[in-house]
């Protein structure tokens, strides 16, 4: 079949997105209606918003998945420069909206949005357009790699005035690999990671509860009722989960001791439910998710397509293996919410929309 003709697409990424997203249904059934009455009065109130994001998000998926790939392509500059304004809006009072000391949503009236969310995928949208259309100009240093720092430090400006620390390392991490991927000299990302490094640092230094973060990491036992609390709790939980798990809607941590059960913390309410071979099950899905994404770059004909379809993968995958692995103890905790499954409309619609691109791609690829 020729590689411009529309075949069917890639229903193994349908399956398991689908799966991840049904699992996270479930997980905000569980976790959400203790903390749903004692916040709102309501024990439904999580799940019924997430379920709207979920009837919302099959619009974005179904969207994406009709329009052809080679249109983001056209639209990625627009689609940046208005994330753009997005992302500036937030420190605009009475539009944007500050919680826990952190300046990340937009409110307009019933609807709270997240441009973060959006940003991450636009800007992934915009690299993917621009290395296809460098090609050999991103190995060198002026029509190259100063671009991309450019662009990238712009974009990073905006993530830690609110500041977002979390996402904004997802977007550098999907970002460098993916002009590595096209391109890029290993001397360039070495480069990048050294700026990376004195950012963090500085970052780390002007917010001490970041340092405290980090601290946690490297002494987890020490003050379990302060710092450390959530880490410990998280912990407590995945243990008592035990191989198989206490059942669905059996976690005792959800109870007011994980500080967010439906956010970052709800890999620990899974782990506690359905047990380490949960987990592995889960980390297998997103594995399998990964290797889809993967395969649909390498077998789409033109660079944009296989460009954004790395770009996406990367995206999803990578915050959820850091959630993962932040909830474990085994890198220190970031905040970020485990894609597909925590609670949140705005990552959830944003997600889906890039797994319908993802799926239009795949109908493209070469059979």
Avoid at 105 to 119: D, F, H, K
Avoid at 267 to 277: L, N, P, Q, S, T
Avoid at 311 to 316: A, E, P, Q, S
């Amino acid at each position: 079949m020729s590689a411009s003709r529309a075949h069917s697409p890639d229903y193994t990424l349908l399956i398991v997105t689908g799966i991840l997203v049904l699992v996270g249904i479930f997980m905000i059934a569980s976790a959400s209606p203790v903390i749903g009455e004692a916040r709102f009065g309501e024990i439904y109130f999580f799940l019924k918003n997430q379920l709207l994001g979920v009837g919302v998000g099959v619009i974005a998926f179904l969207a994406g998945w009709r329009i052809k790939y080679t249109f983001w392509k056209k639209m990625a500059p627009l689609i940046l420069v208005a994330s753009l304004l997005l992302m500036a809006l937030v420190f605009i009072p009475k539009i944007g909206l500050e919680l826990k000391g952190a300046a990340r949503w937009i409110e307009l009236g019933p609807i709270t949005i997240q441009p973060s969310e959006i940003m991450k995928l636009a800007f992934v949208m915009y690299m993917a357009a621009w290395l296809a259309s460098k090609q050999k100009e991103v190995k060198t240093f002026s029509t190259g790699f100063l671009p991309f720092l450019i662009m990238l430090s712009v974009v990073s400006l905006f993530f830690i005035l609110q500041p977002d620390i979390g996402t904004l390392g997802v977007l550098v991490i999907t970002a460098t690999l993916l002009f590595f991927a096209g391109g890029g000299k290993l001397a360039q990302i070495g480069i990048l990671c050294l700026i990376g490094i004195i950012g963090l640092g500085i970052i780390v230094a002007t917010q001490p509860y970041r340092l405290d973060r980090i601290s946690v990491f490297l002494k987890p036992s020490e003050d379990i009722q302060g710092i450390g609390y959530q880490l410990n709790q998280s912990l407590i939980a995945i243990g008592s989960g035990g191989l198989w798990g206490k059942g669905f809607g059996m976690s005792q941590q959800k109870f007011y001791y994980l500080p967010e059960p439906t956010g970052d913390s709800i890999f620990a309410v899974f782990g506690e439910e359905f047990g380490f071979m949960g987990n592995i099950v889960l980390i297998m899905l997103f594995l399998l998710f990964s290797w889809r994404g993967i395969r649909i770059a390498n077998h789409i004909p033109d660079s944009f397509g296989s460009y954004l379809a790395v770009g996406i993968t990367l995206l999803i995958v990578i915050q959820a293996f850091i959630n993962m692995a932040a909830i474990s103890g085994l890198v220190p905790l970031t905040g970020l919410p485990l894609s597909f499954i925590s609670y949140g409309s705005s990552a959830l619609v944003i997600n889906l929309a890039a797994v319908g691109m993802l799926m239009n791609i795949s109908k493209y690829t070469r059979v």
